[in-house]
């Protein structure tokens, strides 16, 4: 990454979109994950629409009942039902989330089972506030990348910036907020990527559980692992090789991770990729390998 200024994220975050439409979509992208968190705009927002779209559906099989359109009747009714089986999963999921942002399990929505009661009790909970950050943020330290290692930024907010300074205030706001967790800066840089450069495990493990795609690239063709073993984050090349991330990726030169490991000397990281498959004598796409470029560079050096 380029140099530039450190970044220093404001502990408060705003939105700069106020289409209602991006919740419902949002769901839809997160329609498998459970172990994430909602805040309560998100998922009410998401209801809501949901709410609009069955009433609509419903007014339409109405009137054609009252017009007498019996076969338009039967094709409403099929429709209601596709559409009920389609948000299914999404709806499951995202109260889930909002179970766990309450800090509760999503299991609690067994309670269903109970008739009525637990209708209303699960109603009260999914109206809770946030709670699932409140001992984390108590006992932590924001951490802030070093200057090397982070790009140039522009001067408005992000979540790109958010999580490479580990403000967790921004960076859980601009989520719930709506801000797409695989967005890019002018560099391609996403918010995973900074945080892997920053050594920032708790961040990374944040933006995965909210769906942060491993396999995003800069524009050099970069991966998050790619970087978090050039810079030297055993623990964060780890948690992404353990949880998919591909180990075999080559960036825009033929790079891959090992082949940074090895040109910045960090050892540990070089023995734990080999030992999950990753090939020492790799060569980029100039044919030069690893410890070739590691010697040009100390050859320069001592020059």
Request: some cysteine; overall charge neutral; charged content about 20%.
């Amino acid at each position: 990454m380029k140099r530039g200024t450190t970044i220093v994220a404001p502990r408060f975050c705003f939105t700069t979109t106020h289409n209602p439409m991006k919740w419902y979509f949002r769901a839809l992208r997160h329609y498998a994950d459970f172990s994430g968190e909602a805040s309560r705009k998100e998922f009410w927002m998401f209801m809501l629409l949901n709410i609009a779209i069955l009433a609509a559906i419903r007014i339409a099989i109405v009137a054609e009942f009252i017009l007498e359109y019996d076969d338009v009747v039967i094709r409403g009714w099929t429709v209601l039902g596709l559409y009920l089986a389609f948000i299914l999963l999404p709806t499951l999921a995202i109260c889930t989330r909002r179970l766990n942002d309450a800090g509760r399990s999503g299991w609690c929505l067994l309670v269903l089972i109970i008739p009525f009661i637990g209708a209303i009790l699960l109603l009260v909970w999914l109206c809770e506030p946030s709670q699932a950050y409140e001992i984390r943020d108590r006992d932590y330290t924001p951490y802030t990348p070093p200057r090397a290692a982070t790009p140039n930024i522009h001067p408005n907010i992000s979540i790109m910036e958010a999580a490479g300074s580990a403000s967790w205030d921004a960076v859980r706001c601009l989520v719930r907020e709506g801000d797409y967790v695989d967005a890019k800066d002018k560099n391609g840089y996403t918010p995973l990527i900074y945080a892997a450069v920053s050594g920032n495990l708790e961040m990374v493990k944040f933006l995965h559980r909210n769906g942060a795609n491993f396999g995003a690239r800069d524009y050099e063709g970069k991966t998050a692992l790619s970087w978090a073993a050039a810079m030297g984050h055993l623990d964060v090349v780890k948690y992404l090789h353990q949880n998919g991330a591909n180990i075999h990726s080559r960036d825009n030169s033929g790079k891959d991770p090992i082949f940074w490991a090895i040109i910045q000397q960090h050892l540990e990281i070089i023995t734990y990729l080999h030992e999950h498959g990753a090939d020492i004598n790799i060569q980029d796409y100039n044919g030069n390998d690893g410890l070739m470029h590691l010697l040009k560079h100390l050859k320069k050096r001592n020059d």
